[in-house]
């Protein structure tokens, strides 16, 4: 079965600073996905950045950032310059290409506090 | 364009009572997911449905927990009889294909007493 891990359930950052949420998986599989979702307060979860497994190169979405390491099954975000928007609860999530019946599975999450 | 619609937002009810929750997914969308989601837990996956067919409902509680899809668009869930711990966020989601992007809605929270 797939696993997410997200090894960190607090995580603080000044506002304009750089903060990392880390994110561990386990799978068999070969082709997947990762995806790293926010969910603010209101709790209406939102997709911040997308990787997919066969692609070597990071993705990038503006101040977000992704280190995925395949080997080592690791998905770290990276935030830069921080904006008081950005505290929320962000979850790391994996879904197999394995066809219609792929499931999405999440983490637990990281919350993630800016402070000024 | 409209997101997803849930109702009701907030639902307070004794165990062995009955709830049932709405969604309204994107217009066009086939695939409508409902997602569990315990407080300090990730969402967990309960349904998956493709047009008005199931695809996965291997992590829904079948003596409890129902759910439906009626002509491809709107669904509903249902828990009967509830118990305490089914007190949860209920999420639903909607894409436009199983590979596209989830779209979620603003959750349904359960609080059974």
């Known amino acids: 079965a797939q696993t997410v891990t997200q090894s960190q359930p607090e995580m603080s950052v000044q506002e304009a600073e750089t903060v990392t949420l880390s994110c561990t998986y386990d799978?068999?599989?070969?082709?997947?996905?990762l995806f790293w979702y926010k969910q603010p307060p209101s709790r209406q979860m939102i997709l911040v950045i997308r990787q997919e497994a066969y692609k070597q190169q990071n993705a990038t979405e503006n101040r977000f950032s992704v280190n995925f390491q395949k080997a080592a099954k690791s998905f770290s975000l990276k935030i830069s310059d921080s904006q008081l928007g950005d505290a929320a609860m962000y979850f790391c999530?994996?879904?197999?290409?394995?066809?219609?019946?792929?499931?999405?599975?999440f983490g637990t999450g990281t919350r993630l506090q800016v402070t000024l | 364009e409209a997101g997803v619609a849930q109702s009701p937002r907030y639902k307070i009810i004794e165990k062995r009572q009955s709830v049932a929750f709405w969604c309204n997914p994107i217009?066009?969308?086939?695939?409508l997911y409902w997602y569990q989601q315990i407080l300090g837990q990730g969402p967990k996956l309960l349904i998956q449905f493709q047009n008005n067919g199931v695809v996965d409902d291997s992590q829904l509680p079948k003596d409890r927990f129902s759910a439906e899809r009626l002509k491809g668009v709107d669904s509903t869930l249902k828990i009967q009889p509830a118990k305490l711990e089914d007190s949860a966020v209920y999420l639903c989601?909607?894409?436009?294909?199983?590979?596209?992007?989830?779209?979620f809605g603003e959750g349904s929270r359960l609080t059974v007493l």
């Open positions: 799978t068999s599989e070969s082709d997947y996905y």
């Open positions: 989601a909607s894409s436009l294909g199983w590979r596209g992007e989830l779209f």
């Open positions: 999530a994996y879904r197999p290409d394995t066809g219609t019946a792929s499931k999405l599975t």
């Open positions: 217009s066009g969308h086939a695939t």
